[in-house]
């Protein structure tokens, strides 16, 4: 065992290395394991939508006659986002009244029929949303049973076992992004259809051979999504008794501290702690939607090369899951509060500098879209570190479910904006309105230093 200890008034880190590993060791991490290639199958829908949405379109189209366009189908991922977030904590209730595994399997195989149905569903726009609300619901349950019990794992590095969990997660638009696009058009073809003639940049596919595999792709999603999830199932599980009572420190330290305050459910929504942070993690998921959502129409508005856009939002695609495992490693060793803290500033400064990027050329434009899509990413690791560090462990998967509600009102203040960005807004005037959105952030990350963290704070009083 080799130790780094470094310490200073604000920071304290410990460095350890371990060459023997102990059977619970191990256990932990194929658990992890588990976590994460779980959410790599269940994050397809919401992060790999702006890679298909052209496809559906294209076929919707041209073999079954709609006129919709691709701006009529871009609030899907928001509604998608929205079920997640609002019915994730209906987990927990599954959970309760059918076991973890029960529910843990029965949801994976919902999921898994319902993207095998939209091979057929994507004959219609209507089947279309009411397949992918399906897929957010389930997604959302999933999310919570790998997020939560990854951290009960890692009692003690809450952080990293979030931010590992939904690594698979931040991966899944860029792996299964490339998956379907190599499977549906090898050839690399461009779209040729504009038929729009005041909207040039329109375009859509009409290559036969290229939109006749479109359906048999969700096929194919669906069988790797549930070999995924097969090992997933294979090797989640809760820990048993004895495992949980290691877990929690045994001889060398203790999970929950003395001064700890343990919030029931209802008295955490009512908390101000709990406002405070449900505006934080909702404004970041404004600005991270926006960026990942629209940094290539920004792109496109001075760079003309689509393969070095495409390029780009690829190697975004890394950077989300790259930022969530770094961020919540950093919690673990700053804590919630300063982490927050620095994620919010640097977020803001890149938001606000974002436009100006144009002047800098094709560089600094992938610097800057790589940098805002890392730091955005952290809240999908610090949001659930955050629900078990400050509102305690029981009734966990609940607490974190219902601060979760946070993102879907984040997706929706983002359609808001965005709507208003198409009818009053430039491109500068939205990008400065989304930078306010993570400035607020950050002001109250700065509250949350003054707001008392071990003891419940009423909104009523």
């Known amino acids: 065992r080799i130790q780094i200890l470094f310490e200073h008034s604000y920071v304290r880190v410990k460095l350890e290395i371990m060459f023997l590993y102990t059977d619970l060791d191990i256990k932990s ?12 199958a269940s994050g397809f829908p919401i992060n790999s939508f702006g890679t298909v949405l052209s496809y559906i379109v294209s076929y919707l189209r041209e073999v079954e006659g709609s006129s919709i366009r691709s701006n009529g189908v871009s609030f899907v991922p928001i509604v998608c986002t929205l079920i997640l977030s609002i019915t994730m904590f209906t987990g927990c209730f599954l959970e309760k009244y059918i076991g973890f595994r029960r529910s843990l399997i029965g949801v994976s195989v919902v999921f898994v029929l319902a993207l095998a149905f939209s091979a057929i569903a994507i004959k219609s726009f209507a089947s279309i949303i ?30 990293l076992a979030a931010g590992a ?52 792709s969700f096929l194919i999603i669906g069988v790797v999504s549930a070999a995924l999830l097969a090992i997933a ?21 203790s999970l929950i501290p003395d001064n700890h305050v343990d919030y029931k459910p209802k008295d955490m929504v009512k908390s101000l702690l709990f406002l405070i942070l449900f505006i934080i993690f909702g404004l970041n998921r404004t600005d991270f939607i926006f960026v990942n959502s629209l940094s290539k129409a920004f792109g496109q ?6 393969h070095f856009l495409s390029t780009t939002t690829a190697i975004s695609g890394l950077m989300n899951g790259g930022g969530r495992l770094v961020w919540g490693t950093l919690s673990d060793i700053l804590g919630i509060q300063r982490t927050l803290m620095i994620q919010t500033c640097l977020l803001s400064v890149l938001m606000f ?14 610097l800057w879209t790589s940098g805002i899509i890392f730091t955005a990413s952290a809240g999908f690791s610090l949001l659930p570190a955050s629900s078990t560090t400050y509102f305690g462990y029981s009734s966990n998967k609940l607490k974190i479910g219902l601060l979760y509600i946070s993102q879907g009102a ?10 208003g960005w198409h009818v009053f807004l430039n491109w500068s005037e939205e990008i400065y309105l989304f930078g306010a959105c993570a400035l607020i952030a950050f002001f109250f990350s700065l509250i949350l230093y003054f707001v008392p963290t071990q003891s419940p704070v009423d909104l009523g009083r």
């Open 29 to 40: 991490y194929k658990v992890l394991l588990g976590c994460c290639l779980g959410n790599l």
């Open 130 to 159: 009411l397949v992918y609300c399906i897929l957010g619901y389930c997604e959302g349950v999933l999310l919570l049973v790998f997020l939560s019990t990854a951290m009960e794992w890692f009692p003690r590095k809450k952080g």
């Open 165 to 216: 969990s939904a690594l698979g997660s931040g991966m899944s638009g860029c792996i299964f992004s490339g998956i379907q696009a190599a499977y549906i058009n090898p050839w690399n073809h461009l779209p040729d259809s504009a038929p729009y003639p005041d909207y040039p940049n329109e375009r859509y596919f009409s290559q036969k051979d290229l939109l006749s595999k479109v359906p048999s």
């Open 233 to 253: 199932g294979y090797l989640v599980r809760k820990p048993d008794e004895d495992e949980d009572k290691e877990l929690a420190g045994g001889a060398s330290s």
């Open 301 to 306: 508005s001075f760079i003309s090369d689509d």
């Open 353 to 366: 500098t974002y436009y100006a990027v144009k002047s800098g050329g094709k560089l600094t434009f992938f």
């Open 410 to 419: 984040g997706a929706v203040l983002q359609g808001l904006l965005v709507i």
